[in-house]
């Protein structure tokens, strides 16, 4: 179980992040007059930052600053900037400085019969997970580490190609901010100029025949620093340095405000109604590419997707549809 309840070390130093986050110089004594602590307990603080991946400068005699400022998440922008109609389905959201990993604390919520509707948000994974086993590099105030609870009547069946649709949502998420660009890659990657921008993951509990428990996980780069974006083992995409500018609150709201109405109507349609969005907004279209599945691997041609959500490739053996695997550009890993 994550502990929610105890302050974690993260959560500590909160006060002087906030204190920090305007990018402005603060001297050690204005820091400590205004969280109340000596000037040797701010420094002790401060030493801190540098382990979470914060640059800390100093300046001479002045103070310290974190260049470029924090764009810190805030429960109540994100609820004033929701669409009406997200703001009626959405029952619960709650932002944490530090969880090992918003997907889990759903799952957990889940367990005890209180996860449909709540969205959980995260200034830090300690430990995000990507699809297939992957970690997802989440660190402090730098992406969107978000994970919508959702229960579905209908069973596991209904639910096909929903994680595409989560891909489609994300993207016109993205468009209300004129964000260039913008494209998806099967099944649910949203890239961004080429390169993946956020990441999509679902897990699934309970009667898979009848109601289940659906988490849907969306992990966003927004103003990744070069020593943490180090760890990511994949072509990557930053929006800030895309469009800069974009507050991780607004664009928040904007994610949910295209993701709940989606998944209230979803069982109705299933993925045929999201297939043309999906098809316009596709990487791959008509490109070589590769897919691979385990040890196995097929190329074909990219075809677009089926009704389902499946990938459709164009093989010399005809179309084949695939429900699974990795794709990539072939000649590319
Ligand atoms: C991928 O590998 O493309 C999926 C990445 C999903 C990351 C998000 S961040 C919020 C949520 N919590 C997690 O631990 N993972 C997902």
Redesign the pocket.
């Known amino acids: 179980m994550q502990d929610v309840a105890a302050k974690t070390p993260l959560e500590q130093l909160r006060p002087v992040l906030e204190l920090l986050a305007d990018g402005e110089i603060h001297s050690g004594e204005s820091l400590g007059n205004a969280l109340g602590v000596s000037r040797a307990a701010v420094w002790k603080q401060l030493q801190k930052l540098e382990s979470y991946g914060l640059t800390l400068e100093s300046a001479k005699g002045r103070g310290y600053r974190l260049p470029g400022g924090l764009d810190l998440l805030s429960a109540q922008t994100v609820t004033a900037q929701l669409d009406d109609s997200a703001r009626a389905l959405l029952r619960e959201l709650r932002v944490f400085d530090e969880l090992s990993?918003?997907?889990?604390l759903l799952l957990e919520r889940f367990e005890e019969g209180k996860g449909h509707a709540v969205a959980i948000l995260a200034e830090r994974?300690s430990a995000?997970?990507?699809?297939r086993g992957?970690n997802?590099v989440?660190p402090y105030a730098t992406s969107i580490?978000?994970?919508v609870g959702w229960e579905f009547n209908g069973g596991v069946l209904s639910l096909e190609g929903l994680s595409l649709a989560v891909g489609v949502a994300v993207a016109k998420a993205l468009e209300r901010f004129s964000v260039p660009g913008v494209r998806l890659k099967w099944p649910n990657?949203v890239w961004c100029q080429g390169r993946k921008l956020a990441?999509?993951?679902l897990e699934l509990k309970g009667d898979l025949t009848d109601r289940c428990s659906v988490v849907i996980?969306?992990?966003l780069n927004n103003g990744l620093n070069a020593k943490t974006a180090e760890e990511i083992d994949q072509p990557w995409a930053d929006l800030q340095q895309v469009r800069p500018g974009i507050g991780r609150s607004e664009l928040t709201a904007a994610i949910l405000s295209e993701l709940l109405p989606m998944l209230e109507t979803y069982p109705e349609g299933g993925f045929a109604t999201y297939r043309e969005s999906w098809s316009t907004l596709d990487q791959f279209a008509g490109q070589p590419v590769q897919l691979r599945s385990g040890n196995l691997s097929w190329e074909g041609v990219a075809a677009g997707v089926d009704e389902k959500g499946a990938l459709l490739l164009d093989t010399d053996k005809g179309q084949k549809s695939f429900h699974g695997g990795e794709i990539s550009l072939r000649g590319q890993v």
Request: hydrophobic share 25%.
């Open positions: 990993s918003t997907n889990s994974q995000g997970r990507g699809r992957r997802w989440s580490s978000l994970s990657d990441g999509v993951l996980g969306i992990g």
